[in-house]
């Protein structure tokens, strides 16, 4: 461990260079990656919010929550079957200072509800709890929305992050509330869970089927239209900083053959080389993702609401071990040479 402090203290402005590089492809990453997310979210974030893996849906709807329209009789059919939450959703637009806004005004019922991260759920027919990006249109807690059609009004009792629908953002009303709106139906009945005997029986009843979470969300088609090409880039960007890494280690190691031969004349074991030589890399590549995971979490506090900016905790993690990973596989790669290195060779000698 001396070695290795010695020598980064030493030459400190080539392994500053080293550990610009690499915050720079951990930046490059973890940035694209964020957006990713955050257009994710704005697809299926309410949705995953239900947290309900099975849902009815209307047979003709292809698996599209905003297509599908559940008779009354048909709900009561489903539900002597097995006791769900019905979800009745009416698509309106409201009036903002940007223009005219889209709202999926969405029924709670007693086991789906938004957490409100200010104020509180609506509690009568007049109040609509919002998403958190219509704080950039000026709205607070208080506020009241009207809607374009019409001369109904709401008064905003609180908002919620991440509620939205394919890039629509979702509004809360309670029962009286939603039957209060022009084109309210039912959209779809949630469950935990379905046995097999179950789904038969309700895929018997007709013009509906049961689905699973992932094919609703899999239906949105803003949802796979953009995340395959972003995954497919985010990919990329890994590989391609793989390969910079690898090949940036491994020839930087090589380049340091004269003074491994010296250290190995002096009597300096291979293992103790090939120990800080590790350290090195471990320590310059913590530096540079630690660095960069900073920067990231700079810029989202930062960042408009507005803006799909969403940070993924696990995928961060993965960033970080596949960084460190190739980081030392490019060392590794060179560690062979090292360990054949002839002193005299190295200096020069015959």
Do not use: C
Not at 101 to 109: I, K, R, Y
Not at 256 to 274: H, M, P, V, Y
Not at 299 to 323: E, K, Q, T
């Amino acid at each position: 461990m001396k070695l290795a402090l010695k020598e980064l203290t030493y030459y400190k402005f080539k392994y500053l260079l080293v550990t610009l590089i690499l915050f720079l492809l951990a930046f490059l990453v973890l940035f694209i990656s964020a957006l990713a997310q955050g257009l994710a979210k704005e697809n299926v974030s309410g949705i995953e919010q239900w947290n309900k893996s099975t849902y009815v849906i209307a047979s003709d709807a292809d698996n599209n929550l905003s297509q599908s329209n559940i008779t009354t009789k048909t709900d009561d059919a489903v539900n002597t079957i097995a006791k769900g939450d019905t979800i009745k959703t009416a698509m309106q637009k409201i009036d903002t200072k940007s223009g005219k806004t889209d709202l999926m005004f969405t029924q709670m019922t007693n086991n789906i509800k938004p957490k409100p991260t200010e104020g509180h759920l609506p509690q009568n027919k007049n109040e609509v709890l919002l998403n958190e990006k219509l704080k950039a249109e000026g709205f607070k807690v208080g506020d009241e929305i009207k809607l374009s059609e019409g001369d109904q009004s709401y008064k905003i009792s609180g908002f919620a992050d991440n509620i939205m629908f394919s890039h629509t953002s979702m509004a809360y009303v309670n029962e009286n509330g939603m039957d209060a709106l022009k084109g309210h139906h039912i959209s779809v009945i949630a469950y935990d869970n379905l046995n097999d005997h179950q789904k038969n029986e309700i895929n018997d009843i007709d013009n509906v089927k049961v689905i699973s979470q992932d094919d609703m969300l899999n239906a949105i088609p803003s949802y796979n239209a953009e995340q395959q090409p972003l995954n497919l880039m985010i990919v990329f960007l890994f590989v391609i900083s793989a390969i910079v890494i690898t090949a940036f280690f491994y020839v930087m190691t090589i380049q340091k053959t004269s003074q491994f031969g010296i250290l190995k004349a002096i009597g300096t074991k291979n293992i103790s080389l090939i120990a800080s030589l590790m350290l090195q890399i471990l320590m310059i590549t913590l530096v540079g993702v630690v660095l960069s995971i900073v920067v990231i979490f700079i810029i989202n506090s930062v960042m408009p609401v507005s803006m799909p900016f969403y940070i993924d905790g696990n995928l961060m993690m993965l960033m970080v071990a596949v960084f460190i990973v190739v980081s030392l596989i490019g060392a590794v790669l060179s560690l062979i040479k090292v360990t054949k290195i002839e002193p005299l060779e190295a200096i020069g000698g015959e």
